[in-house]
């Protein structure tokens, strides 16, 4: 398998254009380095050739909501503006316990074992807090919205891919709002909850290797592009399970602080640690920046009709509206607890001495504790459609 990716830290600006120009952008936005070998998608016998004609031609449309800008306070929040009398999270219910699976331990922080080193993130209570922290955050920024992908109000089956702890997370919700659908959460690591509703299922599973089940409604994947390896063949396989007129989405942040009103600094020390990160992803043959280029992965794995939601989340408390700083409150504690992995397997992978480490951590976290400076991070919402009849392809 080869990496999808080849990330330097150095990765391209947030796009700021109006949508005329998106197109254009897009087209800029392709990997820098051609894409790895992939095996043709599988378009229904009769289409052979205009698929393979779509797959490599531009992009015909891409349907783009450009990312309004975040206003800044014109002075500091309460200090006490969201402290929380009751822990929202505490809702009685019973996750697995994981003692029954095997995991490994490493400066604290416990690893799965299946598929040892595949995943370089813990998967300790910690993290799973933190993962469950980031879907308020989500729900907050997308008003509620799970997902974006148009699949009508019955759908019948739906996949979750990399569900993490899916307790407040998209299979367990999903089945309480369609009851129609089977939902399936996958992932590498069983983490899930025990209760759930009826048509709620997880599987221990790797996404890159073969899927078992067929005619989906929707696939989704949630913070999941940078941590695939072969995202080619990931979307492939995506194409094959999913029914025609079926969904793929991807919800996923761009790994790369940025500011528009020029108030982060170039030597900013969390654009830097940023930029480090980048380049122990690579390393690891994986990409910070897959987020803002998924599209021709999208189109060569046969998918049409593409769509791209752009949204900035503001990175610590410095938005004027409320609901804006509630995000950037919550971005900020993610990314406060998330960088301290970078000094375990990604940063192992790029040699680096760790009290040099420590030292890039605690500036890094200093940094963000600074209001004046605006930085914010890209989040991207692909969806896109496997073609419901030949007459969609090429769209
Ligand atoms: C960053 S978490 C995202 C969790 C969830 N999608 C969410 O948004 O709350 C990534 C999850 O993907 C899982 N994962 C990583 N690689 C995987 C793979 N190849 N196949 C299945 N799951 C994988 C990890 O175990 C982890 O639970």
Same mark, same amino acid.
């Given at each position: 398998m080869e990496p999808h990716d080849s990330d330097t830290g150095q990765p391209p600006p947030p796009p700021q254009l109006p949508?005329?120009?998106?197109?254009?952008?897009?087209?800029?936005?392709?990997?820098?380095?051609?894409?790895?070998?992939?095996?043709?998608?599988?378009?229904?016998?009769?289409?052979?050739?205009?698929?393979?004609?779509?797959?490599?031609?531009?992009?015909?449309?891409?349907?783009?909501?450009?990312?309004?800008?975040?206003?800044?306070?014109?002075?500091?929040?309460?200090?006490?503006?969201?402290?929380?009398?009751?822990?929202?999270?505490?809702?009685?219910?019973?996750? *697995?316990?994981?003692?029954?699976?095997?995991?490994?331990?490493?400066?604290?922080?416990?690893?799965? @074992?299946?598929?040892?080193?595949?995943?370089?993130?813990?998967?300790?209570?910690?993290?799973?807090?933190?993962?469950?922290?980031?879907?308020?955050?989500?729900?907050?920024?997308?008003?509620?919205?799970?997902?974006?992908?148009?699949?009508?109000?019955?759908?019948?089956?739906?996949?979750?891919?990399?569900?993490?702890?899916?307790?407040?997370?998209?299979?367990?919700?999903?089945?309480?709002?369609?009851?129609?659908?089977?939902? @399936?959460?996958?992932?590498?690591?069983?983490?899930?909850?025990?209760? *759930?509703?009826?048509?709620?299922?997880?599987?221990?599973?790797?996404?890159?290797?073969?899927?078992?089940?067929?005619?989906?409604?929707?696939?989704?994947?949630?913070?999941?592009?940078?941590?695939?390896?072969d995202i080619s063949i990931v979307m492939e396989h995506a194409y094959e399970c999913l029914r025609p007129g079926g969904w793929i989405e991807f919800q996923e942040l761009m790994g790369v602080p940025s500011c528009d009103d020029g108030t982060m600094p170039e030597d900013d020390p969390f654009v830097r640690l940023y930029a480090t990160a980048g380049k122990a992803w690579a390393k690891l043959g994986l990409s910070t920046t897959i987020a803002a280029r998924l599209e021709p992965y999208l189109r060569d794995a046969g998918f049409t009709n593409v769509h791209c939601k752009v949204l900035k989340v503001p990175i610590g408390v410095w938005a004027k509206d409320k609901t804006m700083r509630l995000i950037g409150l919550y971005q900020k504690r993610a990314v406060d607890e998330f960088i301290s992995t970078f000094a375990g397997r990604p940063f192992e992978a790029l040699g680096l001495d760790p009290t040099a480490v420590q030292i890039d951590l605690a500036l890094a976290r200093q940094s963000i504790d600074d209001i004046s400076v605006h930085r914010y991070f890209p989040y991207y919402f692909w969806y896109a459609q496997k073609p419901a009849s030949p007459a969609d392809y090429g769209t």
């Open positions: 949508p005329s120009q998106q197109q254009q952008h897009e087209e800029q936005q392709q990997p820098q380095q051609p894409l790895p070998q992939q095996k043709p998608p599988q378009p229904p016998q009769q289409q052979p050739q205009q698929q393979h004609a779509r797959a490599s031609s531009p992009s015909p449309t891409v349907a783009t909501v450009e990312a309004p800008t975040i206003e800044v306070a014109s002075q500091p929040g309460e200090e006490d503006e969201f402290d929380l009398t009751d822990d929202p999270f505490n809702d009685g219910s019973t996750s *697995v316990t994981s003692s029954v699976y095997a995991c490994t331990y490493e400066r604290g922080r416990r690893y799965q @074992c299946f598929k040892n080193g595949r995943y370089p993130i813990p998967n300790d209570d910690q993290e799973q807090d933190r993962e469950d922290m980031k879907h308020a955050m989500l729900m907050e920024l997308t008003d509620g919205t799970l997902f974006f992908s148009p699949v009508g109000d019955n759908p019948q089956s739906i996949l979750d891919i990399g569900t993490g702890t899916a307790i407040l997370t998209l299979a367990t919700q999903v089945g309480d709002k369609y009851p129609s659908a089977r939902v @399936c959460g996958i992932d590498l690591t069983p983490i899930q909850p025990l209760w *759930v509703p009826p048509n709620v299922e997880f599987l221990v599973d790797d996404c890159e290797q073969d899927w078992l089940v067929r005619n989906v409604d929707l696939v989704h994947f949630r913070f999941m592009a940078v941590i695939l390896k």
